[in-house]
């Protein structure tokens, strides 16, 4: 009890916050997310206070976010918190594909995961439901609704240290893809959980990790790799995309990464696959993006592209922290300046509403 009316006490100053910033500034917070750094939060804490005046539209955790003791609830009580300091829902993220790449492991006491290889090997449905629906209950009742998951990267290149070495992906057939990330749709849909496929337009192609630096995929990247978003899509089982950070010059001729290239986002996923969902980019602290372009830049040419919600998760080693004052500061100038239209962002405003509305 103690627990529950200090956080009340925590969010009560941010209650009437957002009638201290105008439209603009709301609409402008609602398009980033960002990590957080700490196991428990305070009333001083400066990400609480960003939230409160509605300058955050959702945060990502990680790993380092989940208490040793009493993990649920030390993990349930912070999700709460942060959600009820938002003047507006509030997007709460984790990378739960399981296998390798999941926050809430064994040693946690959280359910047992295992690969997307494996389940994809495995090719029965009934494990895949049932997988799918330990995933959903769990993220939901920790208070998630966004799940970066499923991979949908085709296993292409079997050296790819970032998809395949890691058991990341089902399959590389397009048709068993799009079967097997279809019962984890439909799980995470059961329990209010957003889906994010990921990696548009393909990863699985790729010889290096994104991670680290430019990956250029131009020379392996096969069309087959964007018909499981086709499907899907076409299905209409896509809430949200998360773009790579892959160079591919046969969708950009200028070679710019897939988070940052309009003919890739707008082009190919917007126009040319109907999708009018909401486009989150991959963490825009990854050393593709951090090495090459500056974060005015790297803002102005996402944004541009069609990218709804920017990342910055504050967790990859040697990156700078981009605060999220000089995040909003930074597309708030480019609106004024005329370099973005007021059009573009409330174009993405009107799709995070629209997906957050189904939430609640």
């Not at 296993?155 to 279809?182: C, G, T």
């Not at 978003?229 to 998360?242: E, G, N, P, S, T």
């Not at 009018?276 to 974060?295: C, P």
């Not at 102005?300 to 700078?320: M, Y």
């Amino acid at each position: 009890m103690k627990n529950i009316l200090y956080i009340i006490l925590l969010i009560l100053p941010g209650l009437a916050s957002a009638q201290n910033t105008d439209s603009l500034d709301i609409k402008i917070g609602q398009m980033i997310m960002v990590g957080f750094s700490s196991q428990t939060i305070t009333s001083n804490d400066p990400t609480l206070k960003e939230i409160r005046e509605g300058k955050v539209g959702g945060v990502v955790l990680f790993e380092k976010n989940i208490q040793n003791r009493n993990s649920y609830i030390g993990l349930k009580q912070l999700t709460w918190a942060l959600q009820s300091a938002s003047p507006e829902p509030l997007f709460v993220a984790l990378d739960h594909e399981g296998g390798k790449v999941n926050r809430l492991k064994e040693k946690y006491k959280f359910p047992k995961t295992v690969s997307a290889k494996y389940l994809g090997e495995l090719g029965n449905m009934d494990s895949i439901r049932f997988y799918g629906e330990i995933y959903a209950s769990t993220l939901a009742g920790l208070g998630f609704n966004v799940n970066f998951a499923p991979v949908v990267d085709l296993a292409i290149n079997k050296d790819n240290p970032v998809i395949h070495k890691i058991e990341r992906s089902y399959s590389d057939d397009p048709d068993k893809m799009v079967l097997f990330a279809e019962q984890m749709i439909e799980s995470h849909d059961r329990y209010g959980v957003v889906s994010v496929l990921k990696h548009f337009p393909g990863h699985g192609s790729s010889h290096a990790d994104t991670h680290l630096g430019i990956a250029d995929v131009t020379p392996y990247w096969q069309s087959k790799e964007i018909m499981p978003y086709r499907i899907l899509i076409d299905k209409k089982q896509v809430q949200a995309v998360m773009t790579a950070h892959i160079v591919n010059k046969r969708l950009d001729k200028r070679g710019l990464p897939g988070t940052l290239s309009k003919p890739i986002v707008t082009g190919l996923l917007r126009d040319s696959l109907n999708f009018n969902g909401v486009v989150f980019s991959d963490d825009m602290q990854m050393h593709a993006i951090t090495k090459y372009y500056g974060l005015e830049k790297a803002i102005k040419l996402s944004i541009q592209a069609g990218v709804d919600v920017l990342i910055f998760s504050n967790n990859i080693p040697n990156s700078d922290e981009r605060t999220v004052d000089a995040v909003h500061r930074i597309v708030r100038q480019l609106v004024e300046s005329g370099e973005l239209s007021t059009g573009r962002i409330d174009a993405s405003y009107r799709r995070i509403k629209r997906l957050k509305a189904g939430l609640y």
